[in-house]
């Protein structure tokens, strides 16, 4: 049986790199981003940002394990620059992060093999000098009880180390709580062993 993965690897913060070239410079740019939008605000904010470069490839991993990803050679020759770039978001083990790399032509043209070490080089050097955090992938889920079975459903969510996020006590009370995926099964079955517990999936994050 495969064993389940409840964490991955991101980036905690924006970093940036360079990589220089016979007179062309290609400066890096590597930032967490969690949704493709996200992806495409932060890349058109670079666009904008250095509107006279020639060239802005890019490439991104979405999702906890890569479920989207995007290439982009920007009008250089293909394969030369998203491959590289997304390469090394594989090389450095990482996921919801985008980098964008925008070319300063130098006059000099570098060749398929100089402009794929070029794109790969200065890739990793933003990469290099970049933070890392490991995040959880954690279930949501909305749990509605009886108030005299607070004291037990409350035993159990300390022992499973839950996260409570919302909560509302009246007669019938109702927590919206997060729990790391690998422990979602194992919670919702001591729950629903509980009297009149019940339980609703809400989403994964």
Same mark, same amino acid.
């Given at each position: 049986?495969?064993?389940?993965?409840?964490?991955?690897?991101?980036?905690?913060?924006?970093?940036?790199?360079?990589?220089?070239?016979?007179?062309?410079?290609?400066?890096?740019?590597?930032?967490?981003?969690?949704?493709?939008?996200?992806?495409?605000?932060?890349?058109?904010?670079?666009?904008?940002?250095?509107?006279?470069?020639?060239?802005?490839?890019?490439?991104?991993?979405?999702?906890?394990?890569?479920?989207?990803?995007?290439?982009?050679?920007?009008?250089?020759?293909?394969?030369?620059?998203?491959?590289?770039?997304?390469?090394?978001?594989?090389?450095?083990?990482? @996921?919801?992060?985008? #980098? &964008?790399? *925008? +070319?300063?032509?130098?006059? $000099?043209? %570098?060749?398929?093999?100089?402009?794929?070490n070029a794109y790969k080089t200065a890739s990793?050097?933003?990469?290099?000098?970049?933070?890392?955090?490991?995040?959880?992938?954690?279930?949501?889920?909305?749990?509605?009880?009886?108030?005299?079975?607070?004291?037990?459903?409350?035993?159990?969510?300390?022992?499973?180390?839950?996260?409570?996020?919302?909560?509302?006590?009246?007669? @019938?009370?109702?927590? #919206? &709580?997060? *729990? +790391?995926?690998?422990?979602? $099964?194992? %919670?919702?079955?001591?729950?629903?062993?509980?009297?009149?517990?019940?339980?609703?999936?809400?989403?994964?994050?």
């Open positions: 049986m495969m064993e389940m993965i409840d964490e991955y690897k991101t980036i905690s913060s924006p970093s940036n790199g360079i990589y220089k070239e016979k007179g062309s410079k290609f400066l890096s740019f590597a930032e967490p981003a969690e949704t493709e939008d996200q992806a495409k605000e932060i890349l058109e904010r670079y666009r904008k940002q250095y509107h006279d470069a020639r060239h802005h490839c890019f490439a991104w991993a979405i999702g906890y394990h890569r479920e989207l990803q995007r290439m982009n050679d920007d009008g250089e020759p293909s394969g030369t620059a998203g491959k590289p770039i997304f390469g090394q978001i594989l090389s450095f083990g990482l @996921t919801n992060i985008i #980098i &964008i790399v *925008v +070319r300063y032509f130098g006059g $000099t043209k %570098l060749g398929t093999s100089g402009l794929i990793r050097d933003s990469l290099e000098k970049a933070g890392y955090c490991i995040k959880t992938i954690n279930d949501i889920f909305e749990i509605g009880f009886d108030y005299p079975d607070t004291s037990e459903v409350m035993k159990i969510i300390k022992d499973q180390s839950v996260e409570i996020i919302k909560s509302h006590y009246t007669d @019938t009370c109702k927590l #919206i &709580i997060s *729990v +790391r995926k690998t422990n979602a $099964t194992n %919670l919702t079955d001591n729950l629903r062993s509980t009297n009149k517990v019940k339980i609703s999936y809400l989403e994964t994050r």
